[in-house]
């Protein structure tokens, strides 16, 4: 019965794009997405740290481009989707994660 209820929220075929990717809580979203099947973007702003959750979902068989993104930048995200389009079709799932903490960043104490 379980493997029923499980099946219905199966994401296969799908395209996620993760804003805040390369994050915390952004990067939990990216795994548990690709975990149901979904091909995911990883945007952040910092690529590096965008890298390592892609990689991960790589490492596991998953679908997923690192890309770096500024959400307050139109531009920048333009050319994200553009990125992610090339990659790996239209989206399908947006989640926006992306967030700026102050207490993490020493120039805004």
């Known amino acids: ?3 029923d209820v499980f099946a219905a929220f199966r994401l ?5 794009l993760v804003t805040g990717g390369g994050g915390l809580l952004g990067g939990s ?3 548990t997405l690709a975990g149901a099947g979904a091909s995911v973007a990883v945007l952040d702003l910092d690529e590096s740290r965008a890298g390592v959750v892609a990689a991960q979902i790589r490492g ?4 997923a481009p690192a890309i770096a993104a500024d959400v307050t930048d ?4 333009g050319r994200a989707l553009a990125s992610v389009r ?15 903490d102050p207490k993490f960043d020493p120039a805004h104490r």
């Open 60 to 63: 596991e068989g998953g679908a």
């Open 1 to 3: 019965m379980a493997e």
């Open 12 to 16: 296969n075929g799908k395209t996620a």
């Open 74 to 77: 139109a531009e920048s995200l």
């Open 86 to 100: 090339s990659a790996l079709g239209e989206v399908e799932i947006l989640v926006n994660g992306a967030a700026h």
């Open 29 to 31: 979203f990216c795994r």
